[in-house]
């Protein structure tokens, strides 16, 4: 099975500033790789398909990148509705697994 | 608009079965891939079990495999995972989750989870 290690677990940030997410992959997954924003009590909602294609409706203000074994999902200008739970996932091979998350709390 | 709607969550003793389903509609049901994840109380997600449009097709994550099994009625729309010998670990919401693909070239095809249902919450307690 592919392993992911994200990183940080978690983060204090304000609204405004620039957040970066990362994640790593314990063997190459070339672009198939996703990113996913979870809020509490709710399913998980698509950003970024593709290592770096934005989600339709997903605010530009989200991008990501990397490719093989290491990705970022970068968040500039933090907005008030951005402080939730980030995963990201490999669909390179099965299981499909995810990344142990991230999340990003209110300084 | 897609939609997805879990049921048949609920609590079960160590040992016994239980038997989860995800409703389809908005989009043409039997073209699509669907997924199950789920999420331990406090935890993060982890990816279940997957079947393709068809249903020929089908994998699982090893910790259920032998003991979940996931199938579809593409007449009914409507994608189970049968669940048996349930352990505590069990214990999670389960989601269900429509697969969607971005062609890579190279006749490679990226799946991503692009809808989910709301989750149906599975107790596994005696």
């Known amino acids: 099975d592919i392993q992911m290690t994200q990183s940080p677990s978690s983060l204090s940030a304000s609204v405004g500033d620039r957040v970066t997410i990362r994640c790593r992959t314990s063997?190459?997954?070339?672009?198939?790789f996703n990113w996913y924003q979870q809020k509490p009590g709710k399913a998980p909602k698509l950003l970024i398909y593709?290592?770096?294609s934005l989600q339709s409706g997903v605010p530009s203000q989200f991008s990501g990148g990397g490719s093989g074994t290491d990705f970022t999902l970068t968040i500039s200008n933090l907005q008030p509705g951005d402080f939730a739970t980030y995963y990201c996932?490999?669909?390179?091979?099965?299981?499909?697994?995810f990344g142990q998350g991230t999340k990003v709390e209110f300084k | 608009q897609v939609h997805l709607v879990e049921s048949g969550g609920g609590v079960v003793q160590p040992g016994k079965s239980l038997r989860l389903s995800c409703s389809a509609s908005g989009f043409d049901f039997s073209r699509f891939d669907i997924h199950w994840v789920r999420q331990a109380p406090g935890k993060g997600l982890e990816w279940v079990a997957t079947?393709?449009?068809?249903?020929?097709?089908?994998h699982y994550v090893d910790s259920v495999e032998g003991r979940f099994t996931i199938s579809r009625d593409n007449s009914k729309s409507t994608v189970y995972l049968q669940m048996n010998s349930l352990r505590g670990e069990d214990t999670a919401v389960y989601y269900c989750a429509q697969e969607r693909t971005y062609y890579y070239g190279s006749g490679s095809y990226i799946a991503y989870l692009d809808s989910w249902g709301q989750g149906t919450l599975v107790t596994v307690s005696s």
């Open positions: 593709a290592a770096s």
């Open positions: 996932q490999q669909t390179y091979s099965f299981p499909h697994t």
């Open positions: 079947t393709s449009h068809d249903g020929r097709d089908k």
């Open positions: 063997q190459s997954v070339n672009n198939f």
